[in-house]
């Protein structure tokens, strides 16, 4: 292998790859990082065996020039020193030893064989089981991802389920304490139920440039592909039956109110300073009262109480009534709700809530359980 | 207590003096900031006992307004809660209860008795011991603070040595293994030594607006008072004698080489990437051969080595010698030196070797003790 690069092409190239790979891997190959070159492209691939990403650049003759093709497999410090190095950089493999040199500096690298690098399934590019826009995906992720559970007591239950049903596509994801469900449609006619880990999808909404297309291949029981323009995402799936939830949304309430979305957020993070636990994870508990206005509290035996006065938009049904819920969770439930307006819609002191956004042509919402106060 | 304050002046007010406090502090009365109203000021203190700042804003009438005089000591929250308000804030003490209010957000805070609050000592205002521009200060603090030791087994090693003799002061800190030096002139006259956390002088940088005068008051031997503006700084010295430094710094060099700072300094960051045992938190180790230009190289069994050349200014003595030392120690030493230039002053590979600027007018050094290689 012998090749000249640009330093910025091969340091964003790396970039893309090195996130899941762990030079203390057990797995001796994956502390390294793929690079195949051929005439054509530039191959680069990262992996910890349950994620992998693989990248590659073109050969266009002026940011990347191959003189021989090859394979190899580098150290991680690769990325780092392509990071700081300013200028032109010629790799050349020779044995097992990688020179990189770039003006007055010089990287002897030890590298690991490339044969002993696990191999990539083979996909059919032209074929997804589903293809959409990534800032429609990436939207899909910030309004469910954030309710899965981060536990390992229900291991499927760290995972995001994706729905693909003929034309309509939804997400969804609960730590049985709080549940976000967003949908939308698709064209893919294809019908799928899988659960991807809600930390893999945060990594590919971190690493993929989302203005670009999405497109997603199912092509075994055990792993997902996303791929989106140079960048492809391969995914371990969670294994088990994911919990129906369908059963747990209700449809009749006894009350709904409108707020302003912001000024309740607000509201949520001024009393949360004083919610009881709040170093509990879960930010404290809060206490919102409906009498003419939302009012929502909090106490500590500690510090004293605090309270905030919410006007609403507009209200059907029971006019005067408590709940209490998790600061954190009525806090991200706003935050992922992208509307000015949400819909608060109650059941009952000890039954579950929604929020929902008013305007949106975004069909999601956010189910919370109260919490249970004397 | 009666007071209305605008909530951007609580808030950075709050923000001068809550750095030190807290809430799980074992003595309980430090665990609140204590707040005093006059008709002329609102004062602030937050100490942890070791450290305490005090602050004060004038009654000006328009962003403070004073009803009527009292004090109080504030849980920590209200820090918190004043910076998430957005309106005028009235503050009311009735007994031991504080009501916040500010439109329709109202908390009712449980406070602390002030007269438990330890008082600070009298302070003669007018007639620090010494002082100087709070960029001086600042600078002195950047060139020797970071070179303090980091571990408690010979605690004086934690501080930095203030030496002001007359119209000389300088600032020192060692961690046994490089040293730091900073020296500036004073009109002060008086003579003092002593040894003064690094940790504090670095909570006081990142605190005090350095663009004003600082006055420094030296009346016990175990505290140190700082003031700038209408902020104060109470600090503890440590007490024991602070080694003799002046014997390790040498006099006589067998070579002096002139280097350019910033490209030492990028050699050494991309070199650094294959030094040996980069994660014992001193960077590796890093070997300079100087034979017509300064080569650096590192090397790791795993990884392979690699090699920056730099082209020296000048050179006199000695022109051929190998040394190694850890690349954390000479980074942060290239750093805290502002000049373009720096002179690399050579003993001998077992002996120390120092770094001085070329062209400042501040007289400074830094001292780094070579590592043995095999």
């Known amino acids: 292998m012998h090749l000249k690069i640009d330093s910025k092409t091969l340091a964003e190239a790396l970039k893309k790859v090195e996130k899941v790979v762990n030079a203390k891997h057990s797995t001796t190959i994956l502390q390294g990082i793929y690079m195949e070159a051929t005439h054509e492209e530039l191959i680069l691939i990262g992996s910890d065996s349950t994620e992998t990403f693989r990248f590659h650049v073109p050969v266009d003759g002026e940011s990347l020039e191959v003189i021989e093709p090859g394979k190899t497999v580098l150290p991680k410090q690769v990325s780092e020193i392509s990071k700081k190095m300013k200028k032109d950089i010629e790799m050349r493999l020779t044995g097992f030893k990688l020179l990189l040199k770039s003006g007055k500096t010089e990287f002897d690298l030890n590298t690991f064989d490339p044969e002993e690098y696990p191999k990539l399934p083979k996909l059919d590019l032209e074929n997804p089981t ?211 307006f949400v819909n608060f819609k109650f059941q009952g002191a000890m039954r579950p809530f929604l929020l929902t956004p008013c305007e949106s042509n975004f069909e999601e919402l956010q189910l919370i359980l109260p919490v249970r106060t004397i």
Chains 1, 2 share one sequence.
């Open 130 to 340: 589903l293809s959409l826009k990534g800032t429609e995906f990436s939207k899909l992720i910030k309004k469910t991802a954030f309710a899965a559970s981060d536990s390992e007591i229900r291991p499927i239950l760290t995972g995001v389920c994706l729905n693909l049903d003929g034309n309509n596509l939804n997400l969804i994801s609960t730590d049985s304490h709080r549940l976000g469900l967003a949908k939308t449609s698709s064209t893919s006619g294809n019908t799928i139920k899988l659960v991807i880990p809600a930390k893999s999808l945060d990594k590919l909404s971190k690493t993929f440039d989302l203005q670009e297309d999405l497109h997603i291949y199912c092509e075994s029981d055990n792993q997902l592909i996303f791929r989106s323009g140079a960048l492809m995402f391969y995914c371990r799936l969670l294994e088990g039956n994911y919990p129906d939830t369908s059963r747990l949304i209700p449809n009749e309430f006894k009350s709904e109110m409108k707020v302003n979305r912001i000024e309740f957020l607000n509201a949520m993070d001024l009393v949360k300073e004083l919610a009881n636990n709040a170093d509990n994870g879960k930010g404290g508990v809060v206490k919102l009262h409906v009498n003419g206005a939302a009012t929502i509290s909090s106490h500590t035996a500690q510090a004293g109480k605090g309270t905030v006065v919410v006007d609403y938009e507009s209200l059907e049904g029971e006019d005067e009534y408590t709940i209490s819920f998790s600061a954190r969770y009525m806090m991200d439930a706003l935050k992922a709700i992208e509307d000015d």
